[in-house]
């Protein structure tokens, strides 16, 4: 068969399609950053940990950054056992990482488990949640001045539950809110639960008087009408909530915190697979599927990785320490 020889237009074109079909394979192999992710979860269902991992497991196999997502939840020791499972399986169980909050930094520095963020490789935090104050949606406390009032008259008769340990961060946002009224912080009756959807659980059932949890964990149910949300722990109200009062303005003076949440992979990571995670979480941020998954639980981005977060960390760490020796819990 007799081949003619290519025009210049033709060689242009052919070149030009070959460039691009690169440039596409290219993008292609780019866009998913990661063949599988195992999420570890340390403590239980429909906690704030457990919806941070589904949320960003959900937004990045959806946006194709990552292939396949799976879940673990491991409870115990007030994190410490997902703790020391992640360290113990240090080689042994790839694709890992643990999601971890704020109590990270609380439960090491009051020594519930004996390992801290230095044990680790922190890979980013990626967002924040909001504290707030809930009450089920038959209480007798109709607004946060309400349950000041009924914390004044007798904080025995007050229970205030929480999804961590008795010192942990849901007491202490509790003891600070208080504190920020002028009341006597050390006095709140505190009533642990092993992870927030069972201290959301004790609150509709009527265990507890009110509840100190993550603001993303209490909007459906208060859209809902099963609970309502007397103040957030932000000094502006967020457009999830418009109605809804900061504590500062609700009558806790100065009163913010947000609680970040991130994520932690075992102890000798590879800088490629660090990249590769710090890479796929960074790409998570300009999708669409993520700003869904934002909206719909209220979080907030605080995206710092590496050794920023490390750095982070460690000034929460002297932050969080002081403030703990102030209330009586160090």
Not at 142 to 152: K, T
Request: charged share 20%; with cysteine.
């Amino acid at each position: 068969m007799r081949k003619f020889p290519m025009t210049r237009r033709a060689l242009v074109a052919a070149a030009t399609g070959a460039a691009m079909a690169a440039s596409l394979g290219l993008a292609s192999a780019q866009a998913q950053e990661l063949d599988k992710l195992h999420f570890l979860i340390p403590g239980g269902a429909g906690g704030g940990w457990d919806g941070t991992a589904r949320g960003t497991g959900e937004a990045l196999t959806k946006a194709g950054l990552v292939g396949t997502a799976s879940y673990e939840n491991m409870s115990g020791g007030g994190g410490g056992k997902a703790i020391a499972h992640l360290i113990e399986t240090a080689g042994k169980q790839g694709d890992t990482l643990m999601v971890n909050s704020t109590p990270i930094v609380i439960r090491s520095l009051q020594g519930v488990f004996p390992q801290s963020f230095r044990d680790l490789t922190p890979i980013a935090s990626t967002i924040g949640d909001y504290a707030a104050m809930v009450v089920n949606k038959d209480s007798a406390i109709q607004d946060f001045g309400g349950l000041v009032a009924a914390y004044n008259a007798n904080p025995k008769t007050v229970a205030i539950g929480g999804g961590s340990v008795a010192g942990g961060m849901d007491h202490l946002v509790a003891a600070l809110v208080m504190k920020g009224t002028g009341a006597e912080p050390t006095a709140v009756k505190y009533i642990p639960y092993d992870a927030g959807g069972k201290a959301m659980a004790g609150l509709l059932s009527g265990e507890i008087k009110a509840l100190s949890t993550g603001f993303g964990e209490a909007i459906e149910l208060a859209k809902q009408g099963e609970v309502r949300i007397l103040c957030i722990t932000s000094m502006k109200r967020l457009d999830a909530s418009p109605d809804t009062p900061t504590c500062d303005e609700a009558g806790s003076k100065g009163t913010e915190f947000v609680n970040w949440r991130g994520f932690f992979a075992a102890p000798g990571l590879s800088e490629d697979k660090k990249a590769a995670y710090v890479a796929a979480i960074q790409k998570m941020y300009d999708t669409p599927e993520w700003e869904a998954v934002r909206a719909r639980n209220g979080w907030v981005n605080i995206y710092n990785p590496d050794a920023e977060f490390v750095s982070f960390l460690e000034t929460q760490e002297k932050q969080m320490g002081d403030l703990m020796k102030e209330l009586g819990f160090l």
